[in-house]
């Protein structure tokens, strides 16, 4: 294996863009398994009744999967940012290195591009749906909640699959 740095592991820096997104991530994990016992208080032993904040109600169709989809998402897109910038940092380093630039400029190309392409659908959704009257009529009130969810996690689909959770009866 090639060493990325000249450096003793040691004495390099913590990566706090990956304890960052991994925190984001377990905090939307522990969301997930507190709307399972929230819409499954059978499965709640510490108390009878789950708390209720927020006007919020049980459902039986709500999908925790999709906040765990989501996280995993969020996840991915930050770990892939993270390590682009490894690479460049590494570049910066070791400049002479072909390789090593093939590889920043592949890592950097593979976020950029489908990046661009999920933000540019989640800004054009509603015409695409205007067949649909009452999804355009919801897009209409919620797509800057549903675009923000695409840039955070870099995709449609796992944004898309959260909004139509019905989690917490939202």
């Known amino acids: 294996a090639f060493p990325l740095y000249e450096e003793p592991l040691e004495a390099?820096?913590?990566s706090y863009?990956?304890?960052a997104?991994?925190?984001v991530a377990g905090l939307l994990l522990l969301v997930a398994v507190y709307s399972f016992c929230y819409n499954e208080p059978k499965y709640w032993p510490l108390q009878r009744k789950p708390f209720r904040c927020c006007g919020c109600k049980t459902v039986d169709d709500?999908?925790?999967g999709a906040l765990i989809t989501f996280a995993l998402h969020f996840y991915d897109f930050a770990s892939d940012?993270?390590?682009a910038l490894e690479i460049i940092l590494a570049l910066m380093l070791n400049t002479d290195d072909v390789m090593l630039l093939i590889c920043a400029i592949g890592s950097v190309a593979f976020i950029v591009i489908p990046y661009a392409?999920?933000?540019y659908y989640a800004s054009k959704v509603q015409q695409m749906v205007s067949d649909n009257e009452s999804a355009m009529l919801w897009f209409h009130y919620n797509s800057k909640i549903f675009t923000v969810m695409v840039v955070l996690s870099g995709g449609c689909y796992a944004s898309l699959h959260l909004i139509l959770s019905n989690l917490f009866g939202l």
């Open 117 to 119: 392409i999920n933000v």
């Open 21 to 23: 997104a991994l925190g």
């Open 81 to 83: 940012i993270n390590l």
């Open 62 to 64: 709500g999908k925790t």
């Open 17 to 19: 863009g990956f304890f």
């Open 12 to 14: 390099q820096p913590p």
